[in-house]
């Protein structure tokens, strides 16, 4: 089944503790991201990817990472986190060979900082 | 400042048409217009992609004028399943590859 994976679904951490959310679909895409959705701010782009190694910024990059080592996996890296980051995340991917706007989207990791 | 901008809320009944509209200024030329429909606690979900003029689906019809700087989902018909937030996604020029969604409208279908 075509899918885009996340995990984990849920987590409640405290500031400042490292932590990673995964992201992993198993259709080939090339372009991958990540989104923040907060209550009446809609879907914000944090980082997307291009390909293997080609990551960029979207709107809201500031206190993420990312990385981009095999084509399915984009794991999204918050090094320190604060409260302002508690929100709902999604990874998304898409395909080049209809048009990027087309994403797959992740069921959602809703993430708490204490 | 790459922007979208959607209504925040409608409001319809069972077996109205609804039509929504998103403006969006600074949009790359040679992309595509896409809306999205997300359900509580699920992922968005695609529901129509447009360039121009107008496209339809067993589902929608999304209406682009020549400007393209707004377009026009249109919901035929709705059900009280079709209550859910719908987002407008477009690709910004610049030189980047940035996704600009809408911060969504949120529909709620009466009885």
């Known amino acids: 089944e075509a899918q885009v994976t996340q995990n984990p679904r849920y987590l409640i951490t405290v500031t400042g503790k490292k932590l990673t959310v995964t992201c992993s679909q198993n259709m080939n895409h090339e372009y991958m991201s990540w989104y923040r959705q907060d209550p009446g701010l809609g879907l914000r782009q944090i980082y997307y990817s291009m390909n293997v190694e080609v990551t960029d910024k979207g709107d809201v990059p500031e206190g993420y990472k990312v990385s981009r080592k095999e084509k399915r996996n984009f794991p999204l890296i918050l090094e320190s986190p604060s409260p302002n980051q508690t929100s709902l995340y999604f990874c998304a991917s898409s395909t080049s060979e209809s048009s990027y706007n087309e994403q797959f989207f992740g069921p959602g990791t809703r993430l708490t900082v204490l | 400042l790459a922007k979208t901008t959607q209504p925040i809320s409608m409001d319809s009944y069972e077996g109205q048409e609804v039509n929504i509209t998103c403006s969006h200024n600074n949009i790359a030329t040679n992309d595509y217009i896409t809306w999205y429909q997300q359900f509580p606690s699920q992922g968005p979900r695609f529901i129509i992609q447009?360039?121009?003029t107008k496209v339809t689906n067993e589902v929608a019809s999304l209406f682009i004028p020549a400007d393209r700087k707004s377009s026009t989902l249109s919901l035929p018909r709705v059900s009280l399943s079709d209550t859910a937030v719908y987002y407008c996604l477009v690709m910004f020029s610049g030189g980047y590859n940035k996704l600009i969604f809408g911060a969504g409208t949120r529909l709620a279908v009466h009885p």
């Open positions: 447009g360039y121009k």
